[in-house]
């Protein structure tokens, strides 16, 4: 039987990736039809942000990582040390290729190749890929505007703390902002604030920065901890606690923190204007010390 062709497959990139041990080009990497990423998403990655070629917080991306994998059950494959060199000469080839300044390094760890069953087989080599691309950070325009975003129930599983491959659920959120014209979803879970799609959220009120509890329903972003140490520096009241609906309609500031937004101002939520409608002093301070961060600790 023949099958018409649903299209040309997109180019893929031909910058350096290392797979399972070697180095390759991304375009020419290959992993079995049977891999239990593939087949279940049973694995977990980890996004790292490089600044003019310097990881930023490298070591608590690391933390998250193996926390991930614990809970996942997956034996850790590689040392930090190797993690840290793999990255470095990835994105030494990348910047050594091309005109990008700065960089995100995807790391993604898998079970392994297995014959298809929903245990998890013991005695697996996990699945090792990292790759390199260039980090679009917000424009100047989003900066000095804010962004709008929309919201949505948070339909997704209960163990969003573990940054697991298995993304659909945020694949099908990010569609719905994505489809509204809008930079980000942000859920609601019972009637609470949870997080975005691919963001942590940020509610500022009276001056204080809060944030929803670091539970099993919230993806600790490595921002999370550094939006904290940031606001202990500034001495700007932090808070984390259950966030209703209502308190973040009513915000005099909204934030977005990712490792591509850093921090960045929310200002049309559901087409209603949060506070006076344009990025507020705190957002403020807290973008300035960011980047102070930054220069100091990208290493």
Known sequence: ??????????ALPSTLCYLNGAYTPLSEARVS????????????????PAYDGRLFRFEHHMDRLERSLRELRIPQPLTREQWLAIARRLIDALRTSTASRHQLVYIQVTRGVAVRDHVMPEGLRPTVLVTVGEMRLASAAQREHGVACVTADDFRWQKAHIKSTSLLGSVLARQISADAGAVETVMFRDGFLSEAAASNVWVVKRGVVMG????????????FGLIEELCRTLGIPFELRRITRAEVFGADELMLSSASKEVLPVTSLDGQPIGQGR???????????????????AR
């Open 212 to 223: 929803p509890p670091k539970d099993h329903l919230v993806l600790e972003g490595i921002r």
């Open 1 to 10: 039987m023949n099958f018409a062709p649903l299209g040309d497959t997109p």
């Open 279 to 297: 990025p507020g002093p705190v957002y403020a301070r807290l973008y300035d010390a960011y980047q102070r961060t930054v220069a100091a600790q």
């Open 33 to 48: 039809v049977l891999d239990r990423g593939f087949i279940f998403g049973d694995g977990a990655y980890e996004v790292l």
